[in-house]
């Protein structure tokens, strides 16, 4: 037999660590290419002349050793074959050839005067790979980038490319010092269990941000236009702290833009480098930036060789003139309004293009901004792709052009507002134009991405005042994808119940004609509190229905028309409120004795409404204003006029920040006489409340007119003292309402970062102004104890319900003092008195504004919309109640 040609390549058998060069990677660059396997050829042994000929001839080849591979497989990965003459530099080739299919954990060649054995050790078969110690990676962003799994054959070199894999994954997220170490377990019939375990180590912050070479602007000036921010205190919530090589060619760039923007045309950043601190957790960023000279513009001309396009008429337009300090990102937007400018006049396709001549000398940058030639542009087509549930006829509607049209890039943008308000689809949709079969042809490509339309609001609970409680609301707003909406809701609790369905057809029989209608049923148990006991005062009992109507008289202005029929009982408890037949007004309060009764409402109304908000679900710019009137008369035992106005303006600050002016205000004018003589011609349950949720600050119809009924000490008989408490009201607390009522707020929306806006996070900050006000003084009523002139004895005042007959009203004057204005209750000449004493006072009849300011934030949590608002009321009138907290939440599907 000859000498033995061989060479081993093998894997240890039991749990140890893959010891795989560069399988340890760690920080941002530190990570060394692993070279495939190589056969060093010190390993081959060097035979003999005697024992490798120059050149024999082989015989024969047999493979031993092998389980799953095929003998004639795992020739055909061989250069050798029977009857070919071979040499020494063939075996050594046989044996790379071998190593490189990496299949063989051990592997050798045996000749025998030409006959040669290839003997193999099979790689084993993955069983499985398991992930350990990954927390901040959930398995499911990991696995579909590893390439390892199980049923595959086990190689080394798969093992260090998911090593780097991971690793990368770990990049991205900041986390710098993630290492991954891969084990092995093996198992029996040749299988092993892929481990990977990782450690994935803090996140790794900017630490310092340093530029070198600024002189015109501050460190801090500079260090705001970054997207990047460092990492401190004030940065805590921030996701912007954390290194990312791409936000650092953003921040280079939002450094040239501030720099361009403000007259440096010769500004340049030399160099951005990031290192990384050695224990791999923190980066220094350091930038090296050349300012240059500051420049003004020189001489700003346009020149057009479009027919619809006089240069003379549009220079004047531009917004930059000579002298002015050089803006690019004024440049900039001035190429977009000619282009949009353009595209009014049909040219989708205008080619603008600004020509710079810098004059170093003079510091000056002229520019002519050259308008080509191109031709007018028709649609050709028009493609909506991604509607899976919507019809296609619910986005074509809303298309301001139509096939055949002359291309209009004011009619695209009012198309992209219109989408976007219908609240289908993604946010911030928008039109591809794209070019058509010719060159005066274009096709509008709106590619859509719907989200949930269906919104679900439930709540239950139970408390000591209304025991169970349970709300619910479900409201589809693209229903059966028409663009119809169907909503429901249902309230139940123990001083609260209703339901409500309502339908609306936005176009009906696919003309430009909305039509709506609902039905419902709400009874409300209003309530005060009583030294912190909640206390039912009225029922109310409305049953009803609602038709509507709206058509639009242009582009942006609507009208509508509604009438409604309400069947309304408002009722009180007998037991707690009544004299025999009648409302005693000592227990339940004058006015509420005035509000009882059946009656039925007739109301005919309208509205004129204008809208050309960007966005009506969420606006960013534009304006809305509605005027609407209601006349309760046509029929029914209820007469009035309500009217009611609001606006609003949404301003976009830059930055994305959004400022939102709204205003809103009516009045109601009755016609008829008053229930009595002395009470407002306007019953209680027709006129304005404000306060939570319209007025942050305040609690639920906190502002505005209202009777609180105070104790009185008697203790001394001769000197009775009111309690006036204001956290323990008294015996009645009751809202009133007015006839007018106004309000006015201010909020900006404050922008996030990228990790908080894609938490659904929308803070904002606020000022509420408001009051509701005009309606008639109720009389009141004082119940304490005075000196009986007859006996000289100190007594209380009857209370209705003893023996004898009813007490009797004065003609307000207390016979006492000859005080006036307060109506006393006397009791008939032989009857005792067992009710407490009181007085009450009547508040917050008064115009003048209240005052709250406050914060709150959206979140659009993973169970639905949730908002959350902190207020505080600056300035309120007496008897106002007032709220800090309130919180609202939802759902959607």
Aim: glycine letters at 8%; one cysteine or more.
């Amino acid at each position: 037999m000859n000498s033995v040609a061989s060479h081993k390549f093998s894997a240890r058998t039991q749990l140890t660590t893959l010891l795989l060069a560069g399988t340890m990677l760690a920080g941002p660059a530190f990570a060394q290419p692993v070279p495939p396997p190589t056969v060093p050829a010190s390993t081959v042994p060097a035979p003999s002349a005697e024992a490798v000929p120059a050149a024999t001839t082989v015989r024969s080849i047999t493979v031993t050793g092998n389980q799953r591979l095929e003998a004639q497989t795992i020739l055909s990965y061989l250069r050798l074959r029977v009857g070919q003459t071979y040499d020494r530099a063939m075996l050594d080739q046989a044996l790379k050839d071998l190593a490189s299919t990496e299949l063989f954990k051990d592997f050798q060649i045996s000749d025998d005067n030409g006959a040669l054995t290839i003997q193999v050790a099979e790689n084993p078969v993955i069983n499985r790979v398991i992930l350990e110690g990954n927390k901040r990676l959930k398995e499911d962003k990991i696995r579909p980038e590893i390439k390892l799994s199980p049923r595959q054959i086990f190689t080394r070199s798969k093992v260090r490319a998911d090593v780097a894999r991971i690793i990368e994954l770990y990049k991205r997220q900041g986390r710098f010092a993630a290492t991954v170490e891969p084990k092995m377990v093996s198992l029996d019939q040749n299988r092993v269990d892929v481990v990977f375990e990782i450690n994935e180590g803090p996140k790794s912050k900017v630490r310092q941000i340093n530029i070198i070479g600024n002189e015109k602007f501050s460190d801090g000036d500079l260090k705001s236009e970054m997207a990047t921010k460092e990492s401190g205190l004030l940065t805590i919530l921030s996701s912007n702290t954390s290194y990312d090589p791409d936000r650092l060619a953003y921040d280079q760039q939002k450094l040239r833009l501030f720099y361009l923007s403000n007259g440096y045309a010769d500004f340049r950043v030399i160099s951005a480098v990031a290192e990384l601190t050695s224990n791999k957790q923190d980066f220094i960023i350091t930038y090296v930036v050349e300012e240059g000279e500051r420049y003004k513009f020189g001489p700003v001309n346009v020149e057009s060789e479009l027919r619809d396009f006089r240069p003379e008429t549009l220079k004047t337009l531009l917004p930059m003139k000579e002298g002015d300090w050089y803006d690019a990102k004024l440049v900039e937007d001035t190429v977009e309004s000619l282009s949009e400018t353009a595209g009014l006049f049909g040219y989708a396709f205008a080619d603008i293009n600004p020509d710079f001549r810098r004059d170093p000398e003079t510091r000056t940058m002229a520019i002519s901004f050259n308008v080509a030639e191109s031709p007018r542009t028709y649609v050709e087509r028009i493609d909506v792709n991604g509607n899976t549930l919507t019809q296609d006829k619910v986005v074509r509607r809303e298309f301001r052009l139509n096939e055949g049209d002359a291309f209009n890039s004011f009619g695209v943008k009012r198309t992209e507002n219109r989408i976007n308000s219908l609240g289908y689809f993604q946010e911030n949709l928008e039109i591809e134009r794209k070019e058509g079969s010719a060159p005066d042809r274009i096709i509008l490509e709106t590619n859509v991405e719907e989200k949930p339309t269906g919104e679900l609001s439930l709540s239950a609970g139970f408390s000591s005042i209304e025991n169970f409680l349970l709300q619910a609301s479900i409201r589809q707003r693209n229903f059966r994808g028409l663009g119809q909406q169907l909503q429901a809701s249902v309230n139940y609790s123990s001083y609260s119940k209703s339901i409500e369905l309502g339908f609306t057809e936005p176009y009906l029989f696919d003309r430009n004609i909305s039509i709506g209608g609902s039905v419902y049923r709400r009874d409300l148990n209003s309530f005060n509190f009583i030294n912190n006991d909640r206390r039912t005062t009225f029922q109310q009992v409305t049953t009803g229905a609602q038709v509507t109507v709206g058509v639009p008289l242009t582009e942006y202005l609507s009208a509508f028309g509604r009438y409604s029929l309400n069947f309304d009982d408002v009722t009180l408890d007998k037991t707690l409120y009544y004299f025999g037949d009648e409302c005693d007004p000592l227990v339940a309060g004058r006015y509420l004795c005035d509000a009882i009764g059946k009656r039925t409402t007739s109301l005919l109304g309208f509205t004129l409404a204008y809208d050309d908000r960007d966005n009506r679900i969420r606006p960013t710019r534009g304006q809305s204003l509605s005027i609407s009137q209601d006349f309760a008369g046509l029929g029914g035992s209820v007469k009035y006029v309500r009217t009611r106005a609001n606006a609003s303006k949404h301003f976009n600050l830059g930055s994305r920040f959004i400022l939102n002016v709204s205003a809103e205000g009516g009045y109601i004018y009755p016609f008829g006489s008053a229930p009595t003589a002395t009470s407002d011609k306007v019953r209680l349950t027709d006129r304005f409340f404000l306060g939570e949720p319209q007025m942050r600050g305040f609690d639920i119809r906190g502002v505005g007119p209202r009777v609180i009924r105070y104790s009185v000490d008697n203790t001394d008989p001769a000197n009775p003292k009111v309690v006036t408490d204001t956290t323990n009201r008294g015996q009645i607390d009751d809202a009133l309402g007015g006839r007018a009522y106004y309000q006015g707020r201010l909020e900006v929306d404050i922008p996030l970062g990228t990790g908080a806006k894609e938490l659904g996070l929308r803070p904002s900050v606020f000022l509420d102004v408001g009051s509701v006000f005009g309606v008639k003084r109720p009389t009141l009523t004082t119940l304490a104890t005075f000196v009986d002139p007859a006996d000289g004895l100190a007594k209380n005042l009857c209370r209705n319900g003893t023996t004898g007959a009813p007490p009797t009203f004065g003609s307000n004057i207390d016979p006492s003092t000859g005080a006036v204005g307060t109506a006393y209750v006397f009791c008939p000449t032989g009857t005792t008195s067992n009710l407490a004493p009181f007085e009450e006072r009547f508040f917050g009849d008064s115009w003048m504004p209240r005052v709250s300011i406050g914060a709150g934030v959206n979140w659009n949590s993973p169970f639905g919309p949730f908002r959350i608002d902190f207020a505080y009321a600056l300035r309120k009138e007496e008897g106002d109640d007032t709220k800090r907290f309130s919180f609202n939440v939802g759902t959607q599907f």
